[in-house]
């Protein structure tokens, strides 16, 4: 093809084409991260903002009145997270609960392996102030365990009672064999008698509060430690409760 001037035209060049050199400088395309995978510097990161969230949501409203979809928005990540790093809402539940429970769990395991077994009237002040210290748990103890569906009433059962009452009994066992207790008592009904008294105004938070001033506050805890320990070594009178 020619022009008018009998010189060949140049070829017709397609629209929307780039230059060579516009196309090398163009960077390669981005690889895709597997599907879920946060970068690994804020692996950590992202890991503990939702057991934070978690700590604050499941003690608040239980197992099942928290959604995974809240948990990511409390944390401020994608809810997939949950699944990608626990297995899902029981993974992270199971391990939010191991976390705020390992120090009684420790506890429990020193007075285990210990030599010597430490004092009763110690025992019941360590349950008194565990229960004190974290009011979160009554409402826990009331709706995960004690309700007749209560998603964790094995796993509390195999941590906690089922691992104290025979450390209390075997305690209360040593105690009378020494005479420092009175020898017609039943151990186990002491023991229950103990856990009961340490642990019930606690877990009747708010009515024990409006109906006999329980707080969680020191003042309290001093002044019912000292009320109940004088009233488990003394009793109430020689004759006031004779059945």
Do not use: C
Request: glycine share 8%.
């Amino acid at each position: 093809m020619v022009n008018k001037s009998g010189s060949p035209a140049p070829p017709p060049v397609a629209e929307h084409s780039a230059p060579l050199s516009m196309a090398a400088a163009l960077p390669p395309p981005r690889k895709r991260r597997g599907r879920g995978r946060p970068p690994s510097d804020n692996a950590e990161d992202v890991r503990k903002k939702l057991l934070d969230a978690a700590r604050d949501l499941f003690p608040r409203y239980g197992y099942r009145g928290v959604s995974s979809r809240q948990i990511g928005a409390a944390a401020g990540v994608n809810f997939a997270m949950i699944r990608y790093y626990f297995g899902g809402k029981p993974g992270l539940y199971r391990e939010m609960l191991q976390g705020v429970l390992q120090p009684a769990r420790s506890t429990l395991d020193e007075m285990k392996s210990a030599d010597s077994l430490p004092k009763l009237a110690n025992v019941f002040e360590h349950m008194t102030r565990s229960w004190a210290a974290n009011p979160w748990v009554a409402g826990f103890v009331v709706r995960e365990v004690l309700a007749p569906d209560g998603p964790m009433r094995a796993m509390f059962l195999r941590e906690f009672p089922e691992r104290l009452a025979p450390i209390v009994e075997r305690l209360v066992e040593g105690e009378m064999a020494a005479g420092k207790l009175r020898a017609d008592l039943d151990p186990r009904m002491l023991v229950l008698s103990i856990v009961s008294l340490a642990i019930f105004p606690f877990l009747t938070l708010p009515l024990s509060t409006r109906v006999f001033g329980v707080g969680n506050d020191e003042e309290f805890v001093e002044r019912f430690l000292h009320h109940t320990v004088n009233l488990l070594a003394r009793g109430a009178g020689p004759s006031a409760f004779a059945i």
